[in-house]
């Protein structure tokens, strides 16, 4: 079940199992249909990361809260009803917190809500009349765990401040505080009777204790990492955990075993060394690097494990193993400079890629130096951000050519799922179908997600045409290659080659021009060798015919005869005028480059 864009924050299991709500950091409520595990509407109402849900079991009513400081209110039965035509709903909105929202609990017969958050106060209200009820008052950080018993008039919260606190709403007032914690309570859980609380937090400990004589407490067990979620099974005979890593585990309760403290004891033994189950989860990439060819990535997960990754075809290129990280990253180093493209973040412990108009398109290369050369023999420029988008989006309707266009299409156009209608690849690479795309706003907020194959899916084509910014339908759609990247230089005699400059004239030429074709202009023009008379201007492009099919045997002839030099350092003729700038020239201002004539 993947069709959030950022971590899911909490997650409600109503309808008797049948559905799932879940609240993210993406700005996202979704519903889901459990049972089969498909999204069925996706609610855009928050304005920032969703951190928290409540859920009132009686009347099937959940409420979400975030980082925007709102407290939606939502009927089930309304939201399970949602179709893609029929997707409007109505909900009720709690209006006063002044501070973003971490914590939010119901009672099951939906009379009262409360909220916690980083102002430090619970807030309670009546969410029929969506009335304020009262503030209460007494922690002195972030309250991160709340739960109301079934008649709303008791409710425990946990909080940053390394507290728990019993508080009385009729009263008005905290009636317990619980101090077992070294750090701050995430997590909390207690019996239907309010007389057991099960408390976990970033100390890794998860402590029972009881109400009504707070100083009898049991160490239950000591996680691996900080603890997010407590579920407390029907029976209270286990609990189930999730922490800040991936599995999520079960430890048995045995609730007989509650103990007075042992003030001569600085250790408390946990109840329990190891879990009854694990479910194991998948393990999270933590750390990355981008190669020097900025196209492929390595990354380095939370079982030290080691990948290979390709970016323009989104693959996973090899599975490494558990091998030196940064010993890798040496191996794979080549002395050519690629300019970034693109951006990568591990939020979600997985690769994200990120292409922004800014700079998606900066990266110009020869198509053998990017592995992608054609079949017959030529050595055509390619855009690695170009070509990627138009994989990314080659099922998108728009971008199929028309009838006039499919009667003289190459062999290399495919049908789509089995139609005559032929879509164009950029024929180099596809995509997996299964890769996922996401559009977002600058703020990073996620305006829609699909898979790459769902783009023939009518409502997505819709949402596409829609979304699709144009400068991304300028490339996929209109078929406008991006502008080549010029770089200016001056070329001048060395002083050791006793050859005198009778001017300093600036060049310009494509970024991605070899050294070996500035020797052939200084052999050809500025020497004379080639033509009538020499001269020592050029504007050279990256498309000029004349530049890329020029015979070999000039350039044999012009690097016998003549070598450049950069910084006095002689270049390869190999290398492409960027790579010179970036590893040699290192310098503000325009490239200055050297020639000296053999003697």
């Not at 029929?128 to 765990?145: E, I, P, Q, T, Y």
């Amino acid at each position: 079940m993947e069709h959030h864009t950022d971590w899911v924050n909490d997650i409600v299991l109503c309808c008797n199992g049948k559905n799932l709500i879940s609240a993210s950091s993406d700005t996202t409520v979704k519903v889901w249909n459990a049972y089969k595990g498909f999204c069925m509407s996706t609610l855009r109402t928050h304005k920032d990361y969703v951190k928290a849900l409540a859920y009132a079991k009686d009347r099937e009513h959940v409420a979400s809260a975030g980082l925007d400081r709102a407290i939606f209110l939502w009927d089930v039965n309304t939201l399970t009803a949602l179709t893609a035509s029929n997707n409007t709903v109505t909900t009720s909105s709690l209006n006063g917190n002044k501070d973003s929202i971490y914590s939010l609990a119901m009672n099951p017969p939906g009379t009262v809500i409360v909220s916690g958050s980083t102002e430090k106060i619970l807030r309670v209200w009546d969410p029929r009349s969506c009335s304020k009820l009262m503030k209460l008052k007494g922690h002195s950080d972030n309250v991160k765990a709340l739960i109301l018993n079934r008649d709303g008039t008791q409710c425990l919260s946990g909080s940053s401040d390394g507290t728990i606190r019993l508080w009385s709403v009729g009263q008005q007032r905290c009636v317990a505080t619980v101090r077992v914690h070294d750090e701050g309570v995430w997590a909390l859980q207690a019996n239907d009777s309010f007389t057991m609380l099960y408390s976990g937090g970033r100390d890794r400990k998860i402590y029972m204790t009881d109400l009504r004589n707070p100083d009898n407490r049991t160490l239950i067990c000591e996680e691996t990492s900080p603890i997010l979620k407590m579920v407390l099974m029907p029976d209270y005979s286990s609990i189930w955990v999730s922490t800040t890593d991936s599995s999520i585990k079960n430890w048995p309760i045995n609730n007989r075993t509650i103990q007075p403290p042992d003030y001569n004891s600085n250790h408390t033994k946990p109840m329990n060394d190891y879990p009854d189950f694990v479910v194991k989860g998948g393990a999270s990439i933590r750390h990355y690097s981008v190669l020097n060819d900025k196209r492929h990535i390595l990354t380095k997960d939370t079982d030290n494990n080691v990948a290979l990754w390709d970016v323009l075809k989104a693959n996973k290129v090899e599975d490494l193993g558990q091998v030196d990280f940064e010993n890798e990253i040496k191996k794979r180093h080549k002395q050519v400079y690629v300019p970034n493209w693109f951006s990568v973040d591990l939020k979600t412990g997985m690769l994200s890629v990120h292409l922004d108009e800014t700079d998606c398109f900066a990266a110009w290369l020869a198509a053998k130096e990017g592995g992608l050369a054609p079949n017959d023999g030529s050595d055509p420029k390619i855009n690695y951000g170009y070509l990627l988008l138009q994989a990314l989006l080659e099922h998108w309707p728009r971008t199929f050519t028309n009838d006039e266009e499919i009667e003289e299409a190459p062999e290399g156009s495919i049908a789509q799922n089995g139609e005559d209608k032929m879509r164009p690849r950029n024929s180099y690479f596809s995509v997996p179908g299964h890769t996922p795309v996401i559009f977002s706003e600058l703020g990073g907020r996620t305006l829609f997600r699909l898979l790459c194959r769902d783009a023939t899916g009518e409502t997505e084509s819709l949402l596409l045409n829609e979304t699709v910014p144009p400068w991304v339908v300028d490339v996929v759609v209109d078929k406008n290659p991006p502008k080549y990247n010029k770089i200016p230089f001056f070329l001048l005699p060395h002083s050791s080659s006793g050859v005198k400059s009778l001017r300093k004239d600036r060049l310009s030429a494509s970024d991605m021009l070899h050294v070996r074709k500035v020797i052939e202009h200084v052999y050809e023009k500025v020497m004379g060798a080639g033509s009538e008379t020499g001269s020592q201007t050029a504007s050279t492009s990256g498309q000029d015919k004349g530049e890329t099919d020029r015979d070999d045997d000039t350039s044999t002839v012009a690097e016998e005869k003549v070598e450049l030099l950069c910084q006095d350092q002689v270049l390869d003729p190999n290398m492409d005028l960027r790579t010179v700038k970036h590893f040699i020239w290192k310098s503000g201002g325009d490239l200055v480059l050297h020639y000296r004539p053999f003697k």
